[in-house]
């Protein structure tokens, strides 16, 4: 997956981490613990990222509006915004809110606060119970959409956070090895890993992640090309995993990092045409685009 | 039939009960509405309308009766009998026990439970028969169940005597005279006078030779017990229960063309019982299994895990094959076909009407069934311990042409698994020191009723344990030798007492003595230990809570060896590798879990610490060898097979690395360059350069930015440059 375009080097990273309320002292420690590791991840990047991580009693729904308006006023267009929210959620039958200490925060109002922040890339992972029942009033152009389950009526408490917070530091995540970990690709490690929980146990699944990100879909279990799903998700990184970013801002090997976008596209363009050509062919073009991208590498590596 | 010891299922959930078995009596309200309309409804309607096979109807019918007449027990008796006909066996139960509840002693409900529980295999059926008997010493019905039952466990003097009463009674009674003829068929005297008697009387009683399927089929002689049912339906081509039995018993042997046939025409025929129906839906199922063949195996999987499971089932299939060609001195004249089913419910499809639910495998002639290792929780299934114990029954079935008592086999099949290794079979547990302990186990001569009608729950697990010990202490006492002889002996008909007899010059009685003293001196640390190990063992859980680790080994030390087999969740091998950690003594904690996997544990948290442990410890090849035991309880893991092919091409093992590397990359993995890109590491070094470079490319394809993938692309370039 290509992500040449997906960090600009004045682009600014917001992240927003909310634990929300346990209710027991188990759930308590460990939506606070998936928090704190999600905090020392993001902070362990070393980059320019401002990061926000709201827990325990902090979390509140006034502490949650004011570091979200506080973003609303930092933030530029081309900036990202990256929410991610643990714990427990609710739904009616009418409207779905994050269970937080003192009032809950419905998805409407989070929906609003999120709409006020001009960055224009946003990825919104909802990982609460019920967090289906949020797909409708947070779905927007423009914003990657990341669910626990599929609906409001899936109520049971979620793993999904404990894998989304595993493919944030897991370079397995990062599929195609470019050192960054997509939303996407994280997407897919959590959702993957969530369904293994379960079969693996031999438990009934409670939660069927959703990933939307077309701002107008109700959301896909597996996204894919085809179906238009996962385009803006592969290009929103999350995390990196090393210093990529840091070569492609050494001004000496700037040349060297557009030829390998260039091959980057050529070989996503070759695998585009793949069922079109003769099997012997593609392979052929296929070594010599993956040799001369090795050997472009080999001399960004010296 | 390999049972699985912790659990036995209830039922099988997806049993789909047609047409009369959807009405429940929870409905009767709504038909007192009705009552006004139908009020003219008789008992002689009812039953001409069930004559006629107007079901339905009939069934609306007794539904009206039962409900104008709710103190008339006999009303609820034979709309039970019409229920139990259709399928239901539920609702059947319930109005016997209801018209009980109303005359305590009618015979037609005791009897109506007594045919529920024997469809069930329950020992209870023989309890029921015989108070049915007492409420009406006439009730031929009932003895003929009483024979039957006896003949089921194996006993055929008993079921000969109790048809013999029947008939005594009723000299016509034509299903006791086909009691009497299963009992010559059993014995290969197929010119018995009886089956003559019977169709003197009723040319088209095709029921005598369904019966005679019946047995032949709960003996394991399926082929017989097939040409049987194809007689009765010659007679009677309406018997649907028979033709529905054979459907059944052809698609067992592998023969699904047929089967459907048989089985479609039942369906279409409004004969829609559990067994019809499910086998229709398993046969459908079958477009979704591919099956590999080699000169003498047909291994049959699930498309969607053949790639993974192909190479370990297909190898250890093999070398069971090999294994007992010598050690029966015989060879099978046939491929095996090996069955295996992801699904638990799809698999007990295969065992319903057969004693024993809860199976893990289970044998058909030349045919075995089992579930899929992805069937069961990680680590309560030792998949090549129940395919190894299957072959066996396959080896000792065609040995003796089918004709074994069940507690033989069994034991046989229980022996020979931890003949492979001590590590597999089951272990000692708690029901069974419960039944050492209560002198429950059976005399040898009828161990078959324990496995086929048990008497209480865990009988039949004790069963397997008692005739695995049997078959243990004759190899060790007189000799493997005489095993086989046994088995020989068996083939030629010969009965248990006069093969004791022949083999071991010992009554069966004298056998038990010295068995049952054998046994008790083996076990009597941890019959008699029990109940202070459990005491110990609770102790030293709460010290583990509290960290107090010196504690937990001093209060462990004494009582671990009492009940050495215990190896299930709490127990104290892993609390004494905790402790051994947590005082920084790593070299007695692995020592702790090497005896853990030697005594047969197998959670695989466990097994994996302990490779971690000695992977750590710098003893890579013995990481390896934990791990690879996992193989055969939790194929399912993909970081396993990751693990353990880093392991092995660290150790220069390359096919080793090369077979986990593929079984990574079969269970799609999220990270699939890094698969290839393993592959092609391990093919490269096993110096097949052109697969090498395929799984490369595809590592590369997948992610073209892998810089380790990208290396050693130009590694082989420049190598292929230099040549």
């Known amino acids: 997956m290509l992500l040449a375009g997906g960090m600009t080097c004045s682009a600014a990273t917001f992240y927003v981490t909310i634990a929300g309320l346990g209710g027991e002292p188990d759930y308590e420690q ?61 739904y009616d039958g009418v409207e779905y809110k994050i269970n937080l200490p003192g009032p ?72 195609d090895k470019n050192e960054t970990i997509s939303a996407l690709e994280a997407f897919r490690y959590a959702e993957h890993k969530a369904t293994e929980y379960y079969d693996s146990q031999k438990r009934l699944a409670t939660e069927h992640p959703l990933l939307e990100d077309t701002g107008k879909g109700a959301g896909v279990r597996t996204p894919s090309s085809q179906d238009s799903e996962s385009l803006r998700a592969g290009a929103l990184p999350v995390v990196r995993l090393a210093a990529a970013k840091a070569m492609a801002n050494d001004p000496r090997k700037r040349e060297l990092v557009t030829k390998k976008d260039q091959l980057e596209q050529q070989i996503d363009e070759l695998k585009y045409r793949k069922a079109a050509l003769a099997p012997e062919d593609y392979k052929k073009q296929l070594t010599a685009l993956l040799v001369e991208l090795a050997q472009t590498q080999e001399e960004l590596d010296k | ?42 008992l002689e309607q009812a039953e001409t309308l069930w004559k006629a096979k107007r079901y339905d109807a009939a069934n609306e019918s007794f539904r009206v009766l039962v409900v104008a007449h709710p103190k008339n027990p006999d009303y609820k008796v034979r709309w039970g009998r019409l229920l139990l006909e259709r399928f239901n066996r539920e609702d059947a139960a319930t109005l016997f026990h209801e018209a009980i509840e109303i005359k305590k002693n009618h015979a037609g409900a005791l009897l109506g439970l007594a045919i529920v529980a024997a469809d069930g295999f329950e020992a209870k059926a023989v309890e029921f028969a015989e108070q049915a008997l007492a ?35 009723l000299p016509q009674a034509l299903d006791a005279m086909a009691v009497r003829a299963s009992i010559d068929w059993l014995n290969d005297r197929t010119d018995t006078p009886w089956i003559g008697r019977i169709l003197e009387n009723d040319p088209r009683y095709g029921d005598a030779y369904a019966l005679g399927g019946h047995f032949l089929i709960l003996n394991r002689r399926y082929e017989e017990g097939i040409r049987f049912y194809r007689k009765a339906l010659e007679l009677k081509p309406d018997l649907w229960s028979a033709r529905s039995q054979l459907g059944v018993n052809l698609m067992r042997l592998g023969q699904d063309d047929e089967a459907r046939e048989q089985l479609e025409q039942c369906y279409a025929n409004h004969y829609r019982d559990a067994a019809t129906v499910n086998s229709l839906r398993l046969l459908d199922s079958y477009k979704n299994y591919v099956t590999f063949r080699t000169g003498n195996t047909i291994l049959k999987l699930h498309k969607k895990e053949a790639d993974l499971l192909r190479p370990y089932f297909e190898a250890e299939l093999k070398r069971a094959i090999t294994t007992y060609q010598k050690k029966y001195a015989f060879k099978l004249d046939r491929p095996v076909q090996l069955e295996v089913y992801p699904d638990h419910e799809d698999f007990a499809v295969r065992t319903m009407g057969l004693p024993g639910l809860g199976a893990l495998g289970v044998t058909f002639g030349y045919v075995v069934a089992m579930d899929s290792p992805s069937g069961r929780k990680p680590g309560s299934f030792h998949w090549a311990s129940t395919m190894w114990h299957e072959l066996s029954h396959v080896y000792v079935l065609s040995a003796t042409q089918h004709r074994v008592p069940r507690w033989f086999t069994e034991g046989m099949a229980v022996y020979e698994e931890t003949e492979v290794s001590s590590e597999w079979g089951d272990r000692l547990d708690a029901q069974v020191i419960g039944a050492l302990k209560h002198k ?38 007189w000799s493997y ?118 005594m047969g544990g197998r959670n695989p948290e466990t097994l994996k610490r302990l490779a971690t442990l000695l992977a750590e410890a710098g003893k890579n090849s013995e990481a390896a060898r934990a791990l690879d035991r996992l193989n055969f309880i939790d194929l399912v893991d993909e970081e396993l097979h990751r693990r353990l092919g880093d392991l092995w091409m660290a150790d220069n093992n390359v096919e080793g690395a090369i077979r986990e590397y593929r079984a990574a990359l079969a269970e799609k993995p999220i990270d699939l360059a890094a698969s290839h890109y393993n592959l092609a590491r391990a093919y490269r070094r096993a110096n097949r350069p052109d697969v090498a470079r395929d799984e490369l490319l595809a590592a590369l394809e997948e992610a073209p930015g892998f810089r380790p993938a990208q290396k050693l692309l130009l590694e082989i370039m420049q190598s292929e440059q230099g040549k």
């Not at chain 1, 998936?34 to 401002?50: F, N, P, Q, T, Y």
């Not at chain 2, 209830?10 to 789909?16: D, K, N, Y």
């Not at chain 2, 009369?20 to 007192?32: D, I, P, R, S």
């Open chain 2, 135 to 169: 409420a009406d010493p006439k009730l031929t019905e009932a003895r003929v169940l009483l024979a039957r039952l006896a003949l089921e466990d194996n006993d055929p003097q008993k079921a000969g005597e109790q048809a013999d009463k029947a008939l005594a009674i």
């Open chain 1, 104 to 175: 809950d925060l419905s998805a409407a109002e989070l929906g609003t606060l999120l709409n006020r922040v001009p960055a224009t890339r946003q990825l919104v992972v909802n990982m609460t119970s019920a967090s289906g029942a949020s797909i409708d009033a947070l779905r927007k152009d423009n914003r990657v959409l990341i669910t626990a389950t599929k609906s409001g009526s899936e109520k049971n408490a979620t793993v999904f956070a404990r894998y989304w917070v595993e493919a944030l530091r897991d370079a397995a995540a990062d599929a």
């Open chain 2, 481 to 598: 030798a005489k095993l086989l002889a046994m088995m020989h002996d068996f083939g030629a008909n010969m009965t248990t007492p006069d093969v004791i007899q022949k083999e071991l010059a010992l009554t069966p009685e004298e056998f038990d003595k010295r068995f049952f003293a054998a046994l008790d001196a083996e076990t009597k640390k941890v019959v008699d230990g029990f109940e202070d190990w459990h005491k110990g063992v609770k102790e030293v859980a709460g010290l583990a809570r509290s960290n107090d680790w010196q504690q937990v080994l001093d209060k462990s030390n004494g009582i671990r060896d009492i009940y050495p087999d215990y190896v299930e969740a709490g127990n104290l091998y892993e609390f004494r590798a905790d402790a051994y950690a947590a005082l920084n003594n790593k070299p007695a904690a692995i020592g702790e879990l090497e005896q853990y996997a030697r």
């Open chain 2, 1 to 42: 039939m390999r049972l699985e010891f912790q659990r036995r299922d209830a039922g099988i959930a997806r049993m789909r009960h047609m047409s009369m078995a959807t009405l429940t009596l929870q409905t009767c309200a709504f038909v007192v509405l009705a009552v006004a309309a139908l009020h003219a409804q008789t």
């Open chain 1, 30 to 90: 460990r939506f606070a613990q998936w928090a704190s590791e999600l905090d020392s991840i993001l902070k362990s990047e070393g980059r320019d990222a401002k990061i926000s991580t709201l827990k325990g009693p902090d979390a509140a729904r006034a502490n949650v509006r004011t570091a979200m308006e506080k973003i609303a006023r930092e933030a530029r267009p081309g900036d990202v915004l990256v929410v991610m929210i643990i714990g427990h959620g609710s």
């Open chain 2, 440 to 477: 429950k186990l059976l005399p040898v001569t009828e161990l078959d009723r324990g496995f086929v009608h048990p008497s209480y729950p865990s009988q039949v697990v004790v069963s397997y344990y008692q005739a695995g010990r049997i078959c243990g202490f004759i190899a060790h006492e």
